[in-house]
């Protein structure tokens, strides 16, 4: 069963404004950690946010939050005032304590457009 | 400080080959992870090792990929009789040693730039 789902392939913004990229995720776990890569054209994989599951604010990391919402089972990334760099795939993942292994979603590929 | 790296970025080879990928974690990172990366689809987890040993070895595609980590640093992939289907980004991680039993999922991977595999 997918874990984790990204239900957006494609997503455009206009330059300086926010998007929200979407993230649902499954779990009977009470303890879980979910996090936010980036994965620009170059390939390598950027860590942007962490969120555990015990936290009660959401987190944040300069322009990037994340809108945990625990009852609902989505941790949705929001980046603010996109700049043409924020161009790339985004993978939401999760991993489930005290198991190690992450498990990512499909992504989002953003564009973000001057 | 030095990030993860892996070699070779780019793997040319004949079908029926075998390949060595090899990564080098973070200085002092005892975790180390391996996924695949299909053209266009998300991470696949593949081997976890903590220290030099692999608790779980499920990940891995078939009995034609083994993994091993001395001296809880270097890590290589091997891939025997490599099929085209093999063919793949192959991306290597590192986390810090894990915390309390639970709080293990706070560790943050570092990834590193990945070996690119094609398997003509």
């Known amino acids: 069963a997918q874990k984790i789902t990204q239900t957006q392939p494609g997503m455009f913004v206009q330059e300086k404004e926010a998007v929200t990229l979407d993230c649902t995720y499954d779990?009977?776990?009470?303890?879980?950690?979910l996090f936010w890569y980036k994965q620009p054209s170059s390939g390598e994989m950027i860590f942007l946010i962490y969120?555990?599951?015990?936290?009660?604010q959401n987190a944040t990391e300069g322009r990037y939050s994340l809108n945990f919402q625990k009852a609902r089972k989505s941790a949705n990334l929001v980046i603010s005032a996109s700049q043409l760099g924020d161009s790339a795939m985004y993978f939401c993942?999760?991993?489930?304590?005290?198991?190690?292994?992450?498990?990512f979603g499909a992504g989002t590929r953003l564009t973000v457009k001057p | 400080g030095a990030g993860v790296s892996q070699s070779p970025s780019n793997k040319v080879t004949e079908k029926g080959k075998d390949v060595e990928l090899r990564c080098d974690p973070i200085?002092?990172?005892?975790?180390l992870y391996w996924y695949r990366q299909r053209l266009g689809q998300g991470l696949e987890f593949l081997i976890y090792?903590?220290?030099?040993?692999?608790?779980?070895k499920s990940g891995l595609p078939s009995d034609r990929f083994s993994a091993e980590r001395t001296g809880e640093s270097v890590s290589t992939l091997t891939i025997q009789r490599t099929q085209q289907e093999d063919s793949a980004v192959y991306l290597c991680?590192?986390?810090?040693?894990?915390?309390?039993?639970?709080?293990?999922?706070?560790?943050?991977?570092?990834f590193g730039p990945g070996t690119r595999l094609t398997v003509l």
């Open positions: 090792f903590q220290g030099n040993s692999a608790p779980d």
């Open positions: 200085s002092g990172h005892t975790a």
């Open positions: 969120q555990g599951s015990y936290d009660e």
């Open positions: 991680a590192s986390s810090p040693a894990p915390g309390l039993a639970g709080a293990q999922h706070t560790d943050t991977q570092y």
């Open positions: 993942a999760m991993r489930e304590g005290p198991f190690v292994d992450m498990r």
């Open positions: 779990t009977s776990d009470q303890s879980y950690g």
